[in-house]
Each structure stands twice: as structure tokens, then as C-alpha cells.
């Protein structure tokens, strides 16, 4: 069975601060790895996503992902934060089989509530 | 272009009662999602159609949940006899297809459901 765990359903930076969020997956095959962020009230949108291409990923908003199998690890970093990043943050799985095919359905993470005060 | 829409977006009812949430994808779109986010949570996964065929509905709570989307786009998710614990934000998403597993699925707003 494929879990995702996220490290810190808080995380509180200074604006202009790094912002790094972690996540760490289960799965025996690699998965395809997503972040999602979502702003109150709204759904999610996608920030980034890894699909066994490049082990680092660049996304919207300066946002970037590197993977890391070894550590069965896709934590979200941003060098610098800004007011607008404030939100909760959602990384999420899609299991493949050996052939690389997905089995559709996401699998989310708990959370991560980002705040950032000046 | 328009992305993906969800009616109503909130909807309060009593306890009993049936409820119908209705998606409205991407257009294009082959793949259609729907998840049931409750308050602090992730999303949880509820069915998947590819087409007009629920491809995979391993998360569906119970037999009171129904989803049907007969003509491959627009998908209606069913609840009868409602529970207080339906209550949530539930969450549709649409993406080109499910079998690249590249695909990123794409979100509307939700439809906010409270049962009193």
C-alpha cells in the first residue's frame, strides 16, 4: 500500500525566509509524485510534478521539488517567501505499476499549513 | 479556457434527505476524479471514470454513494439517506487520461456540503 507523509501540519516563515515543506512517500515502485496548494475557500492547484524525468522539478511560483528515491522523499522548497505563499500545501502519489502505468487515483498527504508574516 | 466547474458550490441540507453533486470537466478531458475532503484532511479518493465507465470506485464509503456519468463528460455524485458524517468539501478533478499516470489532474472549487 502506498502512504504519504507529511512533516508538520504547521510551518511558519518570515516573508523573504526559505520555505521548505517535506513529504515522504511508501510505495514499492516509484510513484508520480504531485504538490497541490490550496487557498481558502478554492480547490487545489497544481504547483509542480515529478514523472520520472528530471529528479528536480521546477513549478509555479518559484516553487521547486527534488526527488530523492534513497530517501523516498519529494520535499517543496522556495528560496524566498512572500505574503502570497501563505496557504495549505498538499503532496500527493499516484502509484504506478512495474510498466509504468498509473493507477489513476491520487493519494494526498495531510497538509501543510504555510504561514508567513513580515 | 474554462476550467473545471462544480454545482452547487455550497449546499445544506437535513439529515435523510438525497443530494446530488454535479461535476463539469475540463472539455477533452477523458478522465474525471471525485474526492471527499474533510475539515484538516487531504482529499480522499472516492471513484474514477475513464469515459463513461467508473474505472475504479474502491472509495466510495458505502451503497448510499452513487456517481454516474453517462454521456462522458458532465458526472453526478449521489447521496442518499444522508449522514452527518457526509458532511465535507467535496472535490471534483478531470485530467487528459489515467493511463499515462503523467497527467495532472486538474480541481474545481468544491461543493461544500453540510448535513444537519
Known amino acids: 500500500a502506498q502512504s504519504v507523509t507529511q512533516l508538520g501540519s504547521h510551518v511558519s516563515v518570515s516573508e523573504g525566509a526559505l520555505v521548505l515543506l517535506r513529504c515522504n512517500y511508501s510505495?514499492?515502485?516509484?510513484?508520480?509524485l504531485f504538490w497541490y496548494v490550496q487557498y481558502p475557500n478554492q480547490g487545489l492547484q497544481l504547483l509542480l510534478k515529478?514523472?520520472?524525468?528530471?529528479?528536480l522539478v521546477k513549478g509555479i511560483n518559484g516553487f521547486e521539488a527534488e526527488f530523492k528515491k534513497s530517501e523516498t522523499s519529494f520535499h517543496l522548497t522556495k528560496p524566498s517567501a512572500h505574503m502570497s505563499d501563505a496557504a495549505e500545501y498538499f503532496c500527493?502519489?499516484?502509484?504506478?505499476?512495474?510498466?509504468?502505468?498509473?493507477?489513476?487515483?491520487?493519494?494526498f498527504g495531510q497538509g501543510t499549513i504555510l504561514t508567513v508574516h513580515p | 479556457g474554462a476550467g473545471v466547474s462544480q454545482t452547487p458550490s455550497n449546499k445544506v441540507t437535513e439529515k435523510g434527505k438525497y443530494v446530488e453533486l454535479r461535476c463539469d470537466p475540463i472539455?477533452?478531458?477523458?478522465?474525471l476524479y471525485w474526492y471527499r475532503q474533510s475539515l484538516g484532511q487531504g482529499p480522499e479518493f472516492l471513484i474514477y471514470?475513464?469515459?463513461?465507465?467508473?474505472?475504479?470506485d474502491s472509495g466510495l464509503p458505502n451503497d448510499r454513494f452513487f456517481a454516474v456519468r453517462p454521456e462522458g463528460s458532465v458526472s453526478t455524485l449521489k447521496i442518499q439517506r444522508t449522514e452527518r458524517g457526509d458532511s465535507a468539501v467535496y472535490l471534483c478533478?478531470?485530467?487528459?487520461?489515467?493511463?499515462?499516470?503523467?497527467?495532472?489532474?486538474?480541481f474545481g472549487d468544491g461543493t461544500r456540503l453540510s448535513i444537519l
Open positions: 478533478a478531470s485530467s487528459k487520461s489515467s493511463g499515462t499516470g503523467a497527467q495532472p489532474q486538474h
Open positions: 510505495s514499492s515502485v516509484p510513484p508520480y
Open positions: 515529478y514523472t520520472s524525468a528530471a529528479t
Open positions: 500527493a502519489v499516484s502509484l504506478t505499476n512495474a510498466g509504468g502505468t498509473s493507477y489513476g487515483k491520487l493519494t
Open positions: 472539455s477533452g478531458h477523458t478522465a
Open positions: 471514470f475513464q469515459g463513461t465507465g467508473a474505472a475504479d
